[in-house]
């Protein structure tokens, strides 16, 4: 007897007894119903499995969780037998159609008649991120007659695999020129326009580092852009280029003072100290610098100059500033969050769980981007200055600043479809690399480029709806949802490395979008505090005296609420709900845990669960039937 | 240029309560808005009255966004004398400790206060005698040892005596009468095995005890009067009859005889104490099962420091290093261990139905932390705010918490100071955050209450005991009028608070117990009895009952001051039993009206950040935080209503 209801497409594999439990394995996930709960975990989020104790599984998972004391097995070799089986269900997928988020699309699509109305009703994001291209040029004001123009450089992802097709760039700026800048950017990540302040028209431009080993100053072209991007709506706005072109000066201001000290520690100075240098600039009358934001640390940005990357020198870019944030690479950002999945795992050994925390350096990286976004915000919103973004690669780093500062600046961002296409742009279109970073890219087993990049950026938004809870229309449930579903791979979202490579693969077509879970439409995920129409840019303090440490993700053990019964009416459609509609749903609800899957916590019969698969979609599926019949 | 002028000149007339006096002002001092080496401020006038020290500010424009949230005694810049912990003088950008007299006088002063405010006031525009009387007069009379009758309390009390007496008995109660006892009994059931008793009027008996207090049933009075009051006095009854009691250890003896009566006598007590109806009795040394007030002392002082920032860049600069250098304080790890105590007698008392016994040297410190914590983990009615209010009357104000001293109110001495009040304040905190649901009263209620210790204008916080209390109450050693002084109570939140700043303090998230009709609730009630008491005690009973005699004995020998090792702590328990208590507590749901157990775990235990950061501008969240949401669930919660009295009259009008 399977212990619980299979999802679309999902088979059961191994079905067996341990002395206290029920194991079963399946084609997705890895489900063990002990008398009073329940472990259910997807197996790709599923990071190692090993045997400890002689009878003890031992699984570590990407999000953090460390599950232990799993299952007691009566013998040595029948719990060696269920490692075996779930190292192997674990293992990196030969090609993508393994993944089970095609087995689950199509026997979803096998279910319905009509299969395109049925993909596009069930598997479809909504037209604002179908559409987001387009409808966000009107959104944000560009000008396409005068100072902008849509690229079809990129067609075919014949410049850049990694970029979108449509790029928006200066209208002067040829597609042969923008060709001659590709080549002094690494991965030809040129320098594109990415958001557009609607109030003073300053923007937001990203790249990747420049590439000065090509030749010192051959990168003329690519300076030139950032000259252009410097002035572009600056010159309209102004109304005078040719006063403005006057007064261009050569500002050299070194904004980093202690290069040599520790990278989290030079951090805070170099951040606090330009901080401060903004807040002095006038701005009337003078022409605004463009703020190159480096992600990097100055020392990790000159060292990237011996492996052929670089940093813009401000001698070569008239009237720019550029300031190094000092965030770390993801290797250490890789073992800051393993630390913090060791440290999480020994709660509740309460002895120095503080040092510990800190130890991990977790929140620190965090205070750290939280700052350099602020950064970025501060420059485009109070001092309408045009900000460039980049650190290495350009897709690690510069979509969490650029990804968060438009968070901060824009109220839009901050509502379910804004944030779906928050995502959908700035981390999918340029190429962040979900399916090496998540680990769930077919055949590669370098373990070095993994990193929780997305989930620390996750977690720099849960901190800003903590300190905001009243400006985010979604709740910290759909964040916390978004945690499980980067890596159970149950929707094709977050599949492959690129735009280009999803479209290879047709992921599109073949899988259900996470946006159909997570749409506008589920009440579960609305925050019920949110207060629609505010304008305001958000200045969130970043100091790490300010972090929490998100335990409805790492921590949901002790996370506040376990289900029950009780649980239950938080789910509720509010016309079943009594009258008394009191202030204690409000309270309770965004402290939903990761664990509670929306199915079970309505199904007051169910045991507790450990961990979740997502189950929802059966519920959506029925949905959905319902509504074609 | 008069017309620009005259509003200026009446800015800077302070205002002052009845009973207070100008002592001393000083003009032209510069105060900075914040120390971020900007040097940015303003001009005004510094003074000292024998209520407080403030700074009047020459710019009238500063009155233009009047906050939401204002105390109507004291403002923003003022500090009463009470509220100063430390004074630092600045020398050639040295920072020197200032006490006592002065040879030099400091060009810049710092004021930290004890509500973790931190004032830079620069004395170098300001006339040199101006600069000396103002100093040494703010040194004088903050800093140095007071009497008692000096404090503003009685000058304010006999300058506007229509000011007392207006808060009504109805709300708060006050334990100040045989009466409030008595309802105490009843409504927690106690008074089938606990009486009140009369014995300590005109404070015959002790004067540390207060008038009225329960004992035992089979207590006589005659034991009362011979023990000096010293025996078992009880707090609180659970419903299921157990009972929490605390008793002050007696004093080492030397003389054989005495300490012989003395066993006897507490052998008496157990022995009658021990037999049915009472339950099994289990006692708890909390000055060896908790840190030394020392201890306290020393871990918040450290803590404190943290949060009074001279300049901006230390802020940043101590950043990094936060978590290591706030477990390096200790004061979240005592809170963790008091919380802790407090859920083992819960289990003692729920679970396994036994009585509990804290003993202490005074039994008024940790005795009133724990027994305090216990009883809004265990009552609801704890946690509204008359029942939390009823409850501080009961077991600190009343029940004699040494306020004067701990506070170090009047400067006698520095070894007495401890923060126990703060340190429940802070634990009760940790429970609001963790379920505020279950709170009427909000986390500004409980900082505002902290502030409160500080304003002597309310006799709550500003006497040892009830006993001193009322021998200061007549005005006779006065000159003024005779009559004693009707003092106010800090409950009276009228006084400090309008009624926008008083909503404030309600939580509007509390889930109101539900008022079913009576039969039903009773039936309730009962089957919540039943489903808490496991069945632990009928197997266990006879093995306890070897073990109380036992532990009478080491009860006894520890409270005669000859104690021969450690003290047992729930020693016949399995270690876990506590763990067991607390997982399969925290397995259920939440029942928000029952008992409550805090959450203890590492990551649980939080910097009660309201009250610590809130004056440190780095740490301001502009359009956040909790006040934008209270702000927003306030606007929700108004809705809702109006939307049910508009349901409520279609439901009518269709009838």
New interface residues.
């Given amino acids: 007897q399977v212990p619980f209801t299979v999802l679309q497409g999902e088979g059961v594999e191994y079905l067996g007894h341990a002395n206290d439990a029920v194991i079963a394995i399946s084609n997705y996930r890895l489900h063990i119903k002990f008398k009073d709960s329940v472990i259910n975990v997807p197996l790709r989020m599923m990071e190692s499995v090993e045997c400890r104790d002689m009878f003890q599984l031992h699984i570590v998972c990407k999000d953090s969780k460390v599950i232990r004391y799993l299952c007691h097995f009566s013998t040595f070799k029948q719990c060696q037998e269920w490692l075996k089986r779930l190292t192997r269900a674990i293992a990196r997928p030969a090609k993508p159609e393994d993944l089970f988020a095609f087995a689950y699309h199509a026997w979803c699509l096998g279910v319905c008649v009509d299969e395109e109305d049925q993909h596009a009703h069930l598997c479809r994001p909504g037209d604002h991120v179908r559409y987001r291209f387009e409808m966000e040029l009107v959104r944000m004001g560009f000008d396409l007659q005068n100072v902008w123009r849509v690229s079809d450089i990129n067609n075919n992802y014949k410049l850049c695999s990694s970029y979108p097709q449509k790029l928006l760039v200066p209208v002067w700026i040829t597609d042969k020129e923008l060709e001659n800048v590709a080549s002094f950017r690494s991965w030809k990540r040129i320098p594109v326009v990415v958001y557009r302040n609607v109030r003073n028209g300053a923007v937001i431009a990203r790249c990747s580092q420049p590439e000065i080993s090509w030749g010192g100053c051959l990168e003329l072209v690519s300076r030139w852009i950032i000259w252009a991007l410097s002035r572009l709506d600056r010159s309209v706005w102004d109304g005078s280029l040719g006063s403005f072109m006057a007064s261009v000066g050569w500002h050299w201001r070194p904004v980093v003072g202690e290069r040599e000290v520790l990278e ?2 030079s951090v ?1 100075v170099s951040a ?1 100290s330009s901080l401060t240098a903004c807040s002095g600039v006038e701005n009337a009358g003078t022409p605004q610098k463009l703020l190159i934001l480096d992600a990097r640390s100055y020392t990790a940005a000159v060292a990237n100059r011996a492996k052929g990357g670089g940093c813009e020198c401000e001698e070569y870019y008239p009237n720019c500033e550029v300031v190094f944030m000092g965030m770390a690479n993801i290797h250490s950002i890789r073992n800051s969050f393993q630390y913090l999945r060791a440290v999480c795992s020994q ?9 510990a ?2 130890s991990t350096k977790w ?2 990286h965090l ?1 750290v981007m939280l700052k350099a976004a602020v950064l970025v915000s501060n420059a485009v919103d109070r001092e309408g200055r045009p900000v460039l973004v980049h650190c290495s690669d350009g897709w690690d780093r510069t979509p969490q600043i650029v990804a968060l500062a438009k968070i901060l600046l824009d109220p839009y961002y901050r509502t379910m479809e804004g944030f779906q296409v928050l995502v959908e742009s700035d981390w999918l279109d340029f190429g962040h690399k979900f399916g090496d970073r998540c680990g769930h890219q077919e055949k590669v087993e370098d373990q070095n480029e993994q990193c929780p990049v997305f989930l620390q950026w996750l977690d720099a938004v849960h901190q800003l709806l903590k ?5 985010f229309e979604f709740n910290e449930a759909f964040l916390v949802k978004l945690v499980q579903h980067t890596y159970s791979c149950l929707y094709g979202t977050f599949l492959g490395n690129s735009p280009c490579e999803r479209e290879m693969h047709n992921i599109y077509k073949r899988t259900c979008s996470v946006w159909s879970l997570l749409r506008a439409g589920n009440k579960n995920f609305h925050n ?2 949110y ?1 629609p129409g505010s304008e ?1 840019v ?4 970043c ?4 972090l929490h ?1 998100w ?1 409805a993700v790492y ?1 949901p053990a ?1 996370s ?3 289900l ?4 239950m009416d938080i789910y509720l459609p509010p016309g079943s709900q009594s ?6 749903c ?3 609800l965004p402290k939903t845990r990761s664990m509670d899957d929306l199915l079970s916590a309505c199904d007051s019969s169910s045991p ?1 669960t450990r961990t979740s698969s997502d189950p929802n979609l059966n519920n959506h599926c029925q949905e959905v039937r319902v509504g074609l019949e | 240029e008069i017309h620009i002028k005259e509003p200026t000149e009446k800015e800077v007339n302070p205002r002052l309560l009845p009973g207070e006096l100008l002592l001393c002002e000083a003009s032209t001092v510069y105060k900075y808005i914040q120390e971020d080496g900007s040097n940015r401020g303003t001009y005004g006038k510094l003074i000292c009255t024998n209520f407080k020290i403030a700074f009047l500010d020459d710019d009238s424009a500063s009155d233009d966004n009047e906050p939401q949230f204002k105390n109507k005694i004291i403002g923003e810049n003022d500090i009463t004398l009470q509220c100063v912990d430390q004074i630092y003088g600045v020398y050639d950008e040295k920072k020197k400790l200032l006490t006592g007299q002065l040879k030099k006088y400091p060009e810049k002063l710092i004021i930290y206060c004890k509500d973790l405010r931190v004032f830079h006031f620069c004395l170098r525009y300001t006339k040199e005698e101006e600069v000396k009387r103002i100093v040494s007069g703010i040194i004088h009379h903050s800093q140095t040892p007071k009497l008692l009758k000096l404090l503003f309390l009685f000058s304010y009390a006999s300058a506007a005596p229509n000011n007392a007496g207006k808060y009504r008995r109805n709300q708060t109660v006050m334990f100040d009468t045989l009466e409030d006892w008595r309802d105490e009994l009843e409504r927690t059931k106690g008074n089938v095995k606990y009486k009140a008793v009369t014995t300590n009027e005109g404070y015959r008996v002790s004067e540390k005890l207060p008038l009225y207090f329960v004992v035992p049933i089979c207590v006589s009075e005659e034991s009362i009067l011979q023990y000096e009051g010293r025996g078992i006095i009880w707090c609180w009854s659970c419903h299921n009859g157990a009972a929490l009691l605390k008793m002050s250890a007696f004093p080492k003896e030397q003389d054989d005889s005495t300490s012989q009566m003395q066993k006897a006598f507490l052998d008496g007590i157990y022995k009658t104490i021990s037999n049915p109806p009472y339950e099994l009795l289990k006692t708890d040394d909390l000055s060896s099962s908790l840190p030394s007030l020392q201890d306290i002392q020393t871990a918040y002082t450290r803590f404190k420091q943290l949060f009074l920032i001279d300049y901006s860049t230390d ?3 101590t ?6 250098l ?2 390096s304080t200790n004061w ?1 790890e005592i809170i ?1 261990r008091v919380l802790k105590k407090a859920i083992e007698v819960a289990e003692c008392l729920e679970r396994q139905h036994t009585n509990v016994l804290l003993i202490e040297e005074s039994a008024t410190d940790l005795c009133c932390v724990i027994s305090s914590l216990v009883q809004v983990m265990m009552d609801s009615y704890s946690r509204t705010k008359l029942g939390f209010q009823s409850l501080i009357q009961k077991e600190w104000v009343i029940g004699g918490h040494g306020f004067l001293d701990r506070c170090n109110h009047l400067h006698r001495s520095d070894k007495e100071e401890a923060p126990v009040f703060l340190l429940l304040l802070n634990c009760v905190w940790q429970l609001v955050q ?1 379920y ?2 279950a709170f009427e009263f909000t986390e500004t209620y409980l900082t505002v209450l902290s502030d409160s210790l500080y304003v002597p204008i309310f006799s709550t916080f500003f006497f040892n005991s009830q006993h001193q209390r009322d021998t200061n109450m007549s005005g006779e050693s006065l000159k003024t009028q005779s009559g004693p002084f009707r003092f106010l109570t800090v409950w009276d939140w009228s006084v400090q608070f309008d009624l926008k700043g008083q909503a404030f303090l309600n939580n ?5 117990k ?1 008022k079913p009709d009576k039969s039903q609730r009773k039936t309730a009630r009962f089957k919540h009895q039943r489903q808490l008491s496991l069945p632990l005690t009928q197997t266990k009973s006879s093995t306890k009952r070897g073990f109380f005699r036992e532990e009478t004995d080491n009860l006894i020998k520890n409270i005669l001051g000859k104690r021969i090792g450690k003290f047992i702590n729930s020693s016949d328990e399995p270690p876990n039993s506590f763990r067991e208590f607390y997982d399969s507590w ?5 029942d ?1 009206h029952g008992l409550l157990l805090p ?7 939080k ?1 009660w ?1 309201q009250r610590y ?1 809130r004056w440190i501008p ?8 909790t006040i ?2 209270a702000a ?2 306030l606007d ?2 108004e809705e ?1 209503q109006s939307l ?1 009295v508009k ?1 409520d009259e279609e439901h009518s009008q269709a009838i």
């Fill in positions: 989290t520690q805070f606090d709660v509740p050994d309460p002895s120095n769980w503080l040092s925390l800190e929140l620190q205070s300190q905001f809870p009243c400006l019920l505090l207060m305001q958000l200045h969130p303090v100091h790490v005296r300010a440490v335990t921590l002790s506040p609420h376990p029950g019964q009780d649980d009258q008394e509609f009191s202030g204690r409000l309270d309770r507790l | 802020f940043w600069a950043d990094v290093k936060w978590f290591s706030l477990e979240l963790r963790q505020p649901p509007p998230l509390y889930a109101e539900p925290h397995s259920k749901p939440v928000y959450r203890i775990d590492g990551p649980e235990i910097v950040a950061l780095e740490a301001q969240l502009h359009g956040g935080g934008a949401t927003k669930i929700l919660m809702v049910q349901m």
